[in-house]
């Protein structure tokens, strides 16, 4: 995948995955900076990712809304149910050519903490033949009320790269095939 591509899909994992918890009725994360590193065991070769996430309430109001279009424009199965302190997500979505069906596992107390498993398998990615196994797990942890240099949604991925969640909408808008 090239870089580009790469840094596109970090930033549009990062931040809907944790928007898709949102949809799932979790309490608002604490305000202030969280620290995202996604490990992607399945496939193999896929780098660790590790970003920066400035959050306030109206941030994860408006992920959550972009969560929710998300989920309702490209997934067809959409499941979630709560046992205990888990919630569980059983999904099929399809992004431009890639079908993902998977399971989601969130946990944690949203004020110190977020964990998001992930197992499923994905199809239709470019370069591969047949269903590919997806093995995934973000932890977030809550750094420091402040936000140095940052505003609310912004996310400053590994490089330095910064995107916003409003920058990341329209960006929805310019390339409508990669979202839906």
């Known amino acids: 995948m090239p870089i580009s591509r790469f840094v596109l899909a970090a ?13 799932a009725g979790f309490p608002p994360r604490r305000d202030g900076l969280w620290e995202v590193v996604t490990v992607t065991e399945k496939p193999d070769k896929v780098p660790k990712v590790t970003a920066r996430m400035c959050v306030d ?4 109001a408006d992920l959550m809304g972009y969560g ?4 309702k424009d490209t997934c067809p199965r959409y499941e979630t149910s709560r046992k205990g302190q888990t919630w569980v997500i059983d ?22 903490s977020v964990k998001v498993r992930m197992d499923g398998t994905t199809e239709g990615m470019p370069g591969t033949n047949g269903p590919q196994p997806l093995r995934m797990t973000q932890t977030a942890r809550w750094v420091s009320e402040a936000c140095e240099g940052m505003k609310p949604g912004d996310v400053v991925l590994d490089g330095g790269i910064k995107v916003n969640v409003k920058q990341l909408k329209q960006l ?9």
């Open 91 to 112: 999904s099929q979505c399809k992004v431009g050519p890639v079908t993902t069906t998977a399971k989601a596992q969130v946990s944690g107390d949203f004020q110190s």
């Open 11 to 23: 930033a549009i994992t990062v931040t809907a995955s944790q928007a898709l918890a949102q949809d």
């Open 68 to 71: 929710l279009k998300m989920s």
């Open 172 to 180: 929805q808008k310019l390339l409508p095939g990669l979202l839906r």
């Open 57 to 60: 309430r109206a941030t994860d």
